[in-house]
């Protein structure tokens, strides 16, 4: 499995970007896609998960610190899954890792409690900087 994630970059408090991630977990019957962040000093910590589509799938899950703020969303079509980001906080400061899996612990640790140490694969981390 391949991930690549962009969109990264320095955006103003209260502004907005979004991240994109190309992946082959797509091609995969049963998956957990999201996003992860890891800030300076700090532990990885998990922003936003989406499962596989279909009956009993499509799930989503947020970490609070991000709800109503961040939305993740993703593309079959274009084996891509996003996350925009609003309302963007100088604490959203930090590495976002995309990550995938489609193992038990992924699909249950990585997806519903957004636990990093659960997925499986990794994609190399992009800088998303909130600073005026």
């Known amino acids: 499995v391949q991930l690549q994630a962009s969109g990264g970059g320095v955006v103003q408090p209260g502004g907005s970007l979004r991240l994109s991630c190309a992946a082959s977990?797509?091609?995969?019957?049963?998956?957990?896609i999201g996003w992860f962040r890891q800030a300076p000093g700090k532990e990885r910590e998990g922003v936003a998960c989406i499962s596989s589509k279909g009956p009993a799938h499509d799930r989503i899950y947020y970490a609070d610190s991000v709800k109503a703020r961040f939305t993740i969303t993703s593309d079959n079509a274009k084996s891509t899954v996003y996350l925009q980001m609003n309302a963007m906080k100088p604490e959203d400061t930090a590495v976002y890792y995309c990550?995938?899996?489609?193992?038990?612990?992924?699909?249950?640790?990585?997806?519903?409690?957004?636990?990093?140490?659960?997925?499986?694969?990794w994609g190399e981390g992009t800088q998303v900087t909130v600073s005026s």
């Open positions: 990550a995938a899996g489609h193992s038990l612990s992924a699909l249950i640790g990585g997806l519903i409690h957004l636990g990093w140490r659960n997925m499986d694969y």
């Open positions: 977990v797509f091609a995969l019957d049963y998956y957990a």
